[in-house]
């Protein structure tokens, strides 16, 4: 039994610890319902019951959870990818940008092949030489 207490303790203090942190370092526009020094003084002093009404009432929830509506009920506004992998314009424009250094090696290499060919035109045949 004392061990649950311990842990539950240590949970508790977890909590609290979290709580505070988030509370402190949230913008001053998402926290809601009472000042951001109030809210330090309920988790620091009612350190489970302060923790749980900062998750549940004092900040703002993020945009992307689940049940979070916008002004008259409409749905939040999808974010952008945080990801560059994740962003379908990002990786559309390395194609594109891909596609031109695949295009441009290609033209390079016809020259080259091109003046090679050219080269080995205005060379005299070996075969016609005589032999020594």
Do not use: H, Y
Not at 30 to 47: H, S, T
Request: aromatic share 6%; hydrophobic share 45%; net charge negative.
């Amino acid at each position: 039994m004392p061990r649950l207490f311990v842990l539950l303790f240590l949970v508790q203090v977890v909590l609290a610890a979290v709580a505070l942190i988030s509370c402190l370092s949230a913008d001053e526009e998402k926290v809601k319902a009472l000042p951001r020094m109030v809210w330090v003084l309920v988790i620091l002093v009612f350190p489970l019951v302060g923790s749980i009404a900062w998750f549940l009432v004092g900040r703002e929830r993020p945009a992307g959870a689940v049940g979070v509506t916008g002004a008259g009920g409409t749905a939040a506004p999808a974010r952008r990818p945080l990801a560059p992998d994740d962003d379908p314009e990002f990786l559309a424009s390395l194609n594109e940008r891909s596609r031109r250094e695949d295009q441009e090696r290609l033209r390079l290499w016809e020259e080259d092949l091109r003046r090679r060919e050219e080269e080995l035109r205005g060379r005299p045949d070996d075969r016609d030489r005589p032999e020594v």
